[in-house]
T-cell receptor, first 115, second 111 residues
Framework: GAGVSQSPSNKVTEKGKDVELRCDPI?????LYWYRQRLGQGLEFLIY????????KSGLPSDRFSAERTGESVSTLTIQRTQQEDSAVYLC?????????????FGPGTRLLVL | SQQGEEDPQALSIQEGENATMNCSYK?????LQWYRQNSGRGLVHLIL?????REKHSGRLRVTLDTSKKSSSLLITASRAADTASYFC???????????FGQGTRLTINP
């Protein structure tokens, strides 16, 4: 596609429910990143995928968070047993090769609200 | 702690004036990037400056980098109402492929 797409745009869920967020990177991009942004805050790195290498999960805040990526395509971020503190915008980005300092291209984000 | 920290946190100026935002970072970098974010959604890449560059221009944007002070500035000249957004600097973390973003500067251009 022309850019990074994410779905859903908005998600409202009840505390304790699981949610799944989807990211479609730019075609041909081997690197994919997930970030979390709380209201009025900067971006918090969650996880990074690069080709078939083991993902960098160092930013995942708890074991309730997990992410998968199939090859060099779609990625899903799953949050289990959601908590109100999980409310945030979840941003996905992709880059061509994942080289250090490479420009990242962002999707529009998924705004998650946990009631 | 954040690798990049922007200053000021918020800036409000009149249309036509210049806006200057600053970013400081802690460790050595390959490059520094500035991004713009409208309405809390996706970020748009504005400009990248490499560690061996001191100044770079793109349209009304001017970025400087001082590696000795570990700081960068973003200047937007002749601001327009449409420049209202949050601006983030991002640096490449040593030993990792991820970018580290600052907290951002919220810029408001008053017509």
């Amino acid at each position: 596609g022309a850019g990074v797409s994410q779905s859903p745009s908005n998600k409202v869920t009840e505390k304790g429910k699981d949610v799944e967020l989807r990211c479609d990177p730019i075609s041909g991009h081997t690197a994919l990143y997930w970030y979390r942004q709380r209201l009025g805050q900067g971006l918090e790195f969650l996880i990074y995928f690069q080709g078939n290498s083991a993902p960098d999960k160092s930013g995942l805040p708890s074991d309730r968070f997990s992410a998968e990526r199939t090859g060099e395509s779609v990625s899903t971020l799953t949050i289990q047993r959601t908590q109100q503190e999980d409310s945030a915008v979840y941003l996905c980005a992709s880059s061509g090769t994942g080289a250090r300092g490479e420009t990242q291209y962002f999707g529009p984000g998924t705004r998650l609200l946990v009631l | 702690s954040q690798q990049g920290e922007e200053d000021p946190q918020a800036l409000s100026i009149q249309e036509g004036e210049n806006a200057t935002m600053n970013c400081s970072y802690k460790t050595s970098i390959n490059n520094l990037q500035w991004y713009r974010q409208n309405s809390g959604r996706g970020l748009v890449h504005l400009i990248l400056i490499r560690s061996n560059e001191r100044e770079k221009h793109s349209g009304r944007l001017r970025v400087t980098l001082d590696t000795s002070k570990k700081s960068s500035s973003l200047l937007i000249t002749a601001s327009r109402a449409a420049d209202t957004a949050s601006y983030f600097c991002a640096t490449d973390a040593a030993g990792a492929q991820k970018l580290v973003f600052g907290q951002g500067t919220r810029l408001t251009i008053n017509p």
